[in-house]
C-alpha cells in the first residue's frame, strides 16, 4: 500500500473508503468511515469461532487479545491495562464511579465540559464532595485554568484529551504531573485523541475512548485503559459475574466481540498504513485547513499551539453554512456555534480545496 503523502492523494487509501469519493467528508469528530472490508471482518465473528457456541470462545478469545496487544502498543501501555467497554461514556462512568471519595473532596473539570464527562461527575460521589466547575476564558488558557483550580483538596481531575467543540488538546504530561503532586485521579475522554495524535499519557490513570472514530472503527465498542498504579485504588461500583466483590477490577460483563474483531482488522490495517503517515497526513491536512480559512479572514478557535484533528472557527450563523454545505455535498458538523472541520488520513488536499472554494462562494453572497 502506498505511503500517505500529506500534499497528494493516496489513490489506494481512497479506494479503502469509497464513500469519500462520493462527497467531501470532513466530519471524523462526528464519526469515521468504514474502510472497505471492515464488515467482512465483523461477521468473520459470526461464521467463525461464534457458529461453534463456547466451542469458539478460545479463538474469540484470541482475536481479543490480539486487538488489546495492538491498542497496548499504540498507547503505550501493558495490555492488562487494556479493558473493552461498550462506550466513552461507561468507561468514564465505571472510572468516576470506582473512585473511594471522601467527604470534603472536589473534582476539577472544565464547565463546557463534553455533556458525558459533566454526568459521569455527577453521578460518581458516594460522599459529600464539589464539582468544582472551572470557567475556561479563551482556548489558550484552557490547560491553564484547569491546572490553577487544582488543589489540595483535588480527588480527580476529569477532562477532554481533545476538546469536542474547540478542538484544544490539553498536554496530559503536564496535567497528570500536577495531579501526582496532588495525589489526585486523572480520568480522560480519549474519544477525540485516540488514532489523530500519538498518544502519550503520562499520569493518566484512567482513559477512555470509543472506536468508531478516529481509529476507523464500529459503534458498542471502546477501549478504557485502567493503569496499574491506580487498579488498587479502586472500588467498582458496577459488578458481575467477572468482577464479583471484593475484586477492584471494573470490567463487569462480556464484550463486544464482533466489534472487537472489526477494531483487531482496523487497526492491522493502519499499522500496515504507518501510524507515523496517518498522523502525518492528520496534521499536515490541519495546517493545510488552518492556512486557507486564514486566508478567507476567517477566525481559527483551535490553537495552532495545542491541536489535534479538529479545526473549529467562528462564523456568523455556523449552523445554516453548515447545512448550505451539506446541500453541495460537503460535510462538517456545528457545536456550540462554532463550524468544527475533522479531516482524517483519507482525506486529501483536493477536499480541503472543495471546501474552501465553497465556503468562499458562501461568505461573498
Not at 37 to 45: D, E, I, K, L, M
Not at 284 to 309: C, D, F, K, N, R
Request: contains cysteine.
Amino acid at each position: 500500500m502506498n505511503a500517505v503523502s500529506p500534499t497528494t492523494s493516496s489513490l489506494d487509501v481512497r479506494a479503502d473508503f469509497p464513500y469519500a469519493a462520493e462527497c467531501v467528508y470532513l466530519n471524523t469528530a462526528a464519526a469515521g468511515l468504514s474502510w472497505r472490508g471492515q464488515g467482512r471482518a465483523a461477521a468473520a465473528f459470526y461464521d467463525g469461532p461464534k457458529s461453534r457456541g463456547m466451542n469458539g470462545m478460545a479463538e474469540w478469545r484470541a482475536r481479543a487479545d490480539d486487538a488489546r496487544a495492538r491498542v497496548a502498543r499504540l498507547m503505550g501501555v501493558s495490555a492488562a491495562e487494556i479493558r473493552f467497554t461498550a462506550s466513552t461514556t461507561e468507561g468514564l462512568y465505571l472510572s468516576l464511579g470506582a473512585i473511594p471519595f471522601e467527604d470534603g473532596d472536589e473534582i476539577v473539570l472544565a464547565a463546557d465540559e463534553f455533556p458525558s464527562v459533566v454526568a459521569a461527575c455527577e453521578n460518581a460521589p458516594r460522599a459529600a464532595i464539589t464539582l468544582r466547575r472551572v470557567v475556561v476564558p479563551d482556548e489558550a488558557s484552557r490547560e491553564g485554568a484547569l491546572l490553577d483550580a487544582i488543589t489540595t483538596r483535588t480527588r480527580a481531575v476529569a477532562l477532554s484529551h481533545v476538546h469536542w467543540v474547540t478542538g484544544t488538546r490539553i498536554d496530559l504530561d503536564r496535567v497528570g504531573a500536577a495531579c501526582r503532586r496532588a495525589g489526585a485521579t486523572l480520568v480522560v475522554d480519549g474519544a477525540q485523541a485516540l488514532g489523530a495524535i500519538p498518544m502519550a499519557l503520562g499520569d493518566t490513570a484512567l482513559y477512555s475512548a470509543s472506536v468508531f472514530k478516529w481509529l476507523v472503527s464500529g459503534f458498542g465498542l471502546a477501549v478504557l485503559i485502567v493503569r496499574d498504579s491506580a487498579s488498587q485504588e479502586l472500588e467498582p461500583r458496577v459488578r458481575g459475574y467477572n468482577n464479583p466483590s471484593p475484586s477492584r477490577e471494573l470490567q463487569y460483563a462480556h464484550v463486544n466481540h464482533p466489534g472487537i474483531h472489526a477494531l483487531a482488522a482496523s487497526l492491522e490495517y493502519l499499522e500496515r498504513l504507518g501510524w507515523d503517515r496517518v498522523y502525518a497526513q492528520v496534521d499536515a491536512l490541519w495546517y493545510e485547513m488552518h492556512a486557507s480559512l486564514t486566508a478567507l479572514g476567517i477566525s481559527v478557535v483551535t490553537p495552532q499551539t495545542a491541536h489535534a484533528g479538529i479545526i473549529s472557527c467562528s462564523l456568523p450563523d455556523a449552523p445554516a453554512i453548515k447545512d448550505a454545505l451539506a446541500r453541495d455535498n460537503v460535510y462538517v458538523e456545528e457545536r456550540a456555534g462554532l463550524l468544527r472541520v475533522s479531516p482524517h488520513f483519507y482525506n486529501t488536499t483536493e477536499d480541503i480545496a472543495a471546501f474552501i472554494e465553497r465556503l468562499g462562494r458562501m461568505l461573498q453572497r
